[in-house]
């Protein structure tokens, strides 16, 4: 007897069958992206080179919730850099919709990170965001260690944007516990604040 799926199951499966995983090295890819009025090809691994990585999916250029979510972003962009972070938004909209969009935009206009074309979908599929019933993606931000490991990931409905502050506090407990082993970081932590280190005497006392 053949399953039936319903409209979610399906919507789930598409989406997230090639999510990948906590703690894992992600898929090296090459693609094309914009940034300071020139088109050039890049790939992952020479972007997580000796620092973190931010890829910050959304859905297409030219929309309503991106460019406030992109505007926030390029706000934190000096600082994100000091703290040896590169940001990657990626989008299915080609390196030339990028550039118009960046153009006419005054919110976009403020974007100096790199913006990723992504018209074939590949990079989308290779973490899980494409929704291909739309040929977009999902609202999707990955933190990526120096070493090419996914240490953090959120995904979003289309309808819910995202919060740059609440993603610094999550890149700032990602580098602390990866320089601090044995360390973890509670609900909440922020740099100076008390972190815990996990045993038995703790049990039973949080």
């Known amino acids: 007897m053949a399953v039936q799926y319903d409209d979610d199951m399906m919507f789930m499966d598409t989406c997230f069958n090639n999510q990948p995983v906590i703690g894992e090295k ?59 972070v590169e940001v990657v938004s990626v ?3 080609t390196v030339f919709t990028h550039k118009a969009w960046h153009d006419t935009s005054a919110a976009i206009k ?40 996914l240490k953090a990931m959120e995904v979003h409905d289309n309808s819910i944007g995202r919060d740059v502050d609440e993603l610094i506090r999550k890149i700032q407990a990602a580098q602390f516990v990866e320089k601090n082993k044995g360390q973890v970081c509670p609900a909440k932590w922020t ?16």
């Open 26 to 84: 992600v898929i090296d890819r090459e693609f094309e992206v914009y940034q300071s009025n020139k088109f050039k090809k890049t790939k992952l691994s020479t972007l997580y080179k000796n620092k973190w990585l931010v890829l910050f999916f959304y859905p297409a250029d030219f929309t309503f919730i991106c460019p406030t979510e992109l505007e926030d972003l390029a706000s934190a962009y000096t600082k994100l850099k000091k703290m040896g």
């Open 91 to 93: 989008s299915t909209d």
């Open 110 to 149: 403020t974007v100096k990170y790199p913006m990723a074309a992504d018209p074939t979908g590949q990079l989308c599929r290779d973490f899980g965001v494409m929704i291909e019933e739309e040929g977009l993606a999902l609202r999707g931000t990955f933190i990526i260690n120096p070493k090419g490991e």
């Open 191 to 206: 740099p100076g604040k008390k972190t815990l280190k996990p045993g038995i005497n703790l049990v039973g006392k949080i």
